[in-house]
């Protein structure tokens, strides 16, 4: 079984700044796919963006993108240009594709991220 | 772009009664949908994979009895938790893929379950 460990409850930062969250996770597998995902207040799941474990190449959207470290098994998320609408629970979350197949997703404990005005 | 409806989006019911929470694709086909559970300000867990036309596949820890999946058309999945419990109260997501190839996954808004 996968695990996805997000090791920071909540983050603070002033509006404009850069914000990274991080992300682990732990697999036996090698065909996955790694996403992060935003839960406003709303409680509606937005993707934000995702990553396709064979491709080495960082994927972008926009100001979002990611750090995949595929060896130390870690996918980060940027934020860049930080807006008060970013403020909303992060979930990174994994997903195998077997069998030509795509599973579940296993998501993260999440982070709380605030943009401050 | 690919819309997924729930309904209700909250419902309050006794203690001992069913409730049924459905899960639509408004504008596309989904062969395969997942049931998810989250608890106040915890992350998502899957509960099941429903796949149309056949039995869903429940994760280890999860009642089958008591969270009953049907999905018995392309556009429509529905959970109905049987003799409710107060600890059945949680917030529950569906999300739909066009197919099992296809990676990304729509959400619904969720449905708010209060047994009281």
């Known amino acids: 079984a996968q695990t996805v460990t997000q090791s920071q409850p909540e983050m603070s930062v002033q509006e404009a700044e850069t914000v990274t969250l991080s992300c682990t996770y732990d697999?036996?597998?090698?065909?996955?796919?790694l996403f992060w995902y935003k839960q406003p207040p709303s409680r509606q799941m937005i993707l934000v963006i995702r990553?396709?474990?064979?491709?080495?190449q960082n994927a972008t959207e926009n100001r979002f993108s990611v750090n995949f470290q595929k060896a130390a098994k870690s996918f980060s998320l940027k934020i860049s240009d930080s807006q008060l609408g970013d403020t909303a629970m992060y979930f990174c979350?994994?997903?195998?594709?077997?069998?030509?197949?795509?599973?579940?997703?296993?998501f993260g404990k999440g982070t709380h991220l605030i943009i401050q005005p | 772009g690919a819309v997924v409806s729930q309904h209700p989006s909250w419902v309050i019911c006794k203690s001992g009664t069913s409730v049924k929470i459905e899960c639509r694709s408004l504008?596309?086909?989904?062969?395969?949908m997942f049931w998810y559970r989250q608890f106040p300000k915890q992350s998502l867990m899957l509960m099941a994979t429903?796949?149309?036309?056949?039995?869903?596949?429940?994760e280890q820890g999860v009642e089958k009895d008591k969270f009953l999946i049907n999905h018995a058309s392309l556009t429509l999945s529905t959970l109905t938790v049987t003799s409710a419990h107060p600890e059945d109260s949680s917030f529950y997501i569906c999300?739909?893929?066009?197919?099992?190839?296809?990676?990304?996954?729509?959400f619904g808004q969720g449905t708010r379950l209060t047994v009281v």
């Open positions: 990553q396709e474990a064979y491709k080495q």
């Open positions: 429903s796949n149309e036309g056949s039995k869903a596949t429940y």
């Open positions: 999300s739909a893929r066009k197919d099992r190839a296809n990676t990304e996954a729509f």
């Open positions: 697999t036996s597998e090698n065909n996955y796919y």
């Open positions: 504008d596309f086909q989904a062969t395969t």
């Open positions: 979350a994994f997903m195998n594709f077997l069998g030509g197949g795509a599973d579940g997703l296993t």
